[in-house]
């Protein structure tokens, strides 16, 4: 199986299946110097995991994460940095159940990566999909994790969930503070209960829905990104379809740029104390494929799980009609956790597009 590896200068490649051992991630590419420890990578994995409230799968993973390379003590400092070599992350799994997958292991779930593996591969892990499974994204987060730290602080990445099913959220009752104190990534608070309410009733149901994240980064400086085939937005947009479940991205206005006139898209400049102010920012902080100092804004479409308890119609790997319907452990929404995976490939690629910039800028 080729193509595990995201990036180009800052490079990752993850490693491991939802039901093995353990899973991870290789960064290579890092510079030296960059505080890094366990604990600066944990609290990112914490959001991501399983078994954090009833909304999500509950699978109890304690997604507790190891670094076995890389990093070495600071006399300076005091603490651990990196040495510039292969940071090397581990995530053990604790809590597989292989034999919840037994009676599908010869059929092929409607809309999940079953039958492609199969038709690719001749052979797949049925075991929770092996590779397919969104708990490869582990390895992404914790990566992600390394990636921040070589941001630093200035920029600032944040996602959010603004839409469940056909339940979006008021935009004017948008609060920051609010992602971080609800299990669902809200940034309305009133819209909480009505989301609960309807993936209860889903959970029930046997059955899932899809949902719209949405991803900021701040404090990006103008300049980063290329102009014909290494463009911001492109390798951004690569990277959050690469999200399993994502069918959908947009950017800045997205789709809703083709109902615009073009006086009303062009984000209008006028004389700032340190460069340009910008009126507004329907083209998501990038024009040319370069970043243009405003906040990179982004939407992805999650589709529905796959994994449900409703009867549906599929194929045997013998190509005989039979019907299907998934036990075991699944998130109803998985756009719930796909929000701070969709952060971390923001924070992947534009840290690699940083170190690009500053390899070629100075």
């Known amino acids: 199986m080729s193509h595990n590896s995201f990036g180009k200068m800052f490079r990752v490649t993850t490693w491991g299946e939802s039901h093995g051992p353990a899973l991870g991630a ?32 509950p699978r109890q993973e304690p ?4 670094i076995l390379s890389g990093v070495f003590e600071d006399d300076r400092t005091g603490g651990p940095v990196t040495t510039g070599a292969p940071i090397s992350l581990m995530i053990e799994n604790r809590d597989a159940r292989s034999k919840d997958y037994d009676a599908i292991r010869d059929k092929w779930r409607p809309g999940h990566a079953d039958y492609t593996y199969d038709a690719k591969y001749g052979l797949r892990d049925y075991r929770g999909g092996g590779r397919s499974s969104a708990r490869e994204t ?3 987060v914790a990566a992600g994790a390394v990636a921040r730290q070589v941001l630093g602080d200035a920029v600032r990445i944040r996602g959010a969930l603004v839409q469940i099913g056909d339940l979006a959220i008021d935009r004017d009752a948008w609060s920051d503070a609010e992602i971080d104190r609800n299990p669902l990534f809200s940034p309305d608070p009133g819209i909480v209960g009505t989301w609960e309410g309807h993936l209860d009733q889903l959970r029930r149901d ?3 829905t899809g ?15 290329e102009p014909v085939y290494g463009k911001l937005d492109a390798e951004l947009a690569g ?29 209008e400049m006028r004389a700032g104390a340190d460069g340009p102010e910008f009126l507004s920012n329907h083209n998501g902080g990038v024009l040319g494929g370069i970043s243009t100092g405003q906040d990179i804004v982004m939407r992805i479409a999650i589709k529905p799980t796959s994994s449900i308890r ?11 009609e039979t019907t299907i319907e998934t036990r ?11 929000v701070p995976v969709a952060e971390a490939m923001m924070a992947l690629t534009l840290a690699d597009q940083y170190l690009r910039h500053r390899g070629q800028i100075g």
């Open 26 to 57: 290789i960064v290579d590419g890092c510079p030296p110097g960059i505080p890094l420890s366990e604990a600066l990578i944990q609290p990112w994995l914490d959001r991501r995991r399983p078994g954090s409230s009833r909304h999500v799968s």
């Open 63 to 66: 997604d507790q994460v190891r």
């Open 328 to 338: 075991g452990r699944h998130d109803p929404c998985v756009g719930i956790r796909a």
């Open 211 to 225: 949902a719209i994240v949405e991803v900021c980064a701040s404090g990006l400086p103008a300049g980063w990104g």
């Open 206 to 208: 046997g059955s899932s």
């Open 138 to 140: 582990a390895a992404r």
């Open 239 to 267: 990277a959050m379809m690469s999200i399993p479940a994502a069918k959908g991205v947009e950017i800045g206005a997205g789709f809703a740029a083709a109902a615009m006139r073009g006086e009303d898209a062009a984000d």
């Open 310 to 320: 409703v009867e549906r119609r599929t194929l045997d790997r013998d190509f005989n």
